[in-house]
């Protein structure tokens, strides 16, 4: 976990503030995913990059942007939050993109919005 | 419609036994079959990864199986350990976009 490290930890705010979550990476990969877990469900693919000028949507981006300002830094930006944006968020690096690369994660940021 | 479903839900053991938890896939095309380990307040960590050519894989006491005739994997753990409390989460490579889908995960919790 250590390799890959997201700030804050845990985020109060407020409905309809902007804030934005941060990851930052020492393994020198390529690949850079951000997730979110809620209770009950399994991850899900807010966006992916697979290098600094390569910007995806995955399964809900809805709410979501990213900037990948360096391959090292991948932030994700909530332009106006929402309750049902309260959930854990994590980032991942993957390298080479073959279909066996592994994944790591970071160690999450905890985001309640009221 | 690719997912992945597991089994059971949660599960508790007392330290010592073993377990085996349970995964259904239905994800085309299908590429590969990962257990990752999930402590709370932590992110995922990998097991193992298995393309649909290998039956079986190995890590410590944590063994996973594939079926990929009946799109089925199980992850055995031997001998659980206190440490091995945490969420167990099945994932699949493949779809059209080429990324991974999550299970829900397994809970599992072992007791003194």
């Known amino acids: 976990d250590a390799d890959v490290t997201q700030t804050p930890r845990n985020r109060i705010t407020k409905t309809g503030k902007r804030i934005m979550l941060e990851c930052s990476q020492t393994k020198g990969h390529d690949r850079m995913y951000w997730y979110r877990q809620d209770p009950g469900l399994g991850l899900r693919l807010i966006y992916y990059s697979f290098d600094v000028k390569d910007i995806n949507k995955g399964e809900i981006s809805d709410g979501y942007s990213v900037s990948r300002q360096a391959q090292a830094k991948f932030s994700l930006s909530l332009e106006s939050a929402i309750p049902n944006q309260t959930a854990l968020y994590f980032c991942a690096t993957s390298d080479w993109g073959t279909s066996e690369e592994t994944q790591y994660f970071g160690p999450g940021t905890r985001l309640l919005v009221l | 419609k690719n997912q992945v479903e597991q089994s059971p839900q949660s599960l508790i053991i007392l330290e010592g036994k073993n377990c085996t938890l349970q995964?259904?896939?239905?994800?085309?095309?299908?590429?590969?079959l990962r257990w990752y380990k999930q402590d709370t307040g932590r992110g995922p960590v990998s097991l193992t990864i298995m393309t649909f050519s290998e039956n079986t894989k190995s890590n410590g006491r944590y063994t996973a199986t594939l079926d990929a005739d009946t799109k089925q994997s199980s992850l055995h753990i031997t001998a659980s350990q206190l440490s091995d409390s945490a969420s167990y989460i099945c994932?699949?490579?493949?779809?059209?976009?080429?990324?991974?889908?999550f299970g829900k995960g397994t809970k599992l919790s072992v007791k003194p």
């Open positions: 995964c259904n896939y239905t994800v085309s095309p299908f590429s590969n």
């Open positions: 994932v699949s490579y493949g779809g059209s976009q080429g990324n991974l889908i």
